[in-house]
């Protein structure tokens, strides 16, 4: 068996490499998915598929709809989403990536440090599992791959 995991988090560092660094390690069936990591890519989407936009809204407004389908399918697709929230970085992307898994049914494995512990504890409640690392986020999923 092989599960499809969307990574959901900030596109700023390389968490995400780390991760399937994690998996490799493992040897783990697992397929990553998520959002575009090239962060240019992401903002640039829009007008590289419907031309230029009048303005810097609108320029958003496009790439949001382009990343928006990505993560639609993508996360469709998934098995198993990874939210991952850290501290460095504003977290929304993730924040509305956790909760479209929680509508969807999809389970989710919340990554979040223990200072993050009230903001989150709606989300933490909601989700089938909360850990602090990325370790024990692969743990788990190598528990389902027992």
Excluded at 93 to 109: E, F, H, R, S, Y
Aim: hydrophobic share 40%; charged share 25%.
């Amino acid at each position: 068996m092989e599960l499809v995991v969307y990574l959901a988090g900030q596109i700023h560092d390389d968490w995400r490499e780390s991760f399937r660094s994690k998996i490799k390690e493992k040897n783990l069936s697992i397929q990553t998915v998520g959002p575009q990591e090239n962060h240019d890519r992401s903002d640039e989407i829009g007008e590289s598929i419907k031309g230029t936009q009048p303005n810097a809204i609108y320029r958003d407004e496009a790439a949001s709809q382009m990343n928006n389908l990505r993560t639609t399918v993508l996360m469709n697709k998934a098995d198993v989403v990874v939210a991952l929230f850290g501290s460095k970085y504003k977290q929304w992307n993730t924040a509305m990536d956790a909760a479209t898994a929680i509508q969807l049914g999809k389970p989710v494995i919340l990554v979040r440090p223990e200072e993050l512990h009230h903001a989150l504890k709606e989300l933490s409640n909601k989700s089938q599992v909360v850990v602090e690392t990325l370790d024990q986020a692969v743990e788990a999923l190598a528990y389902i791959l027992e």
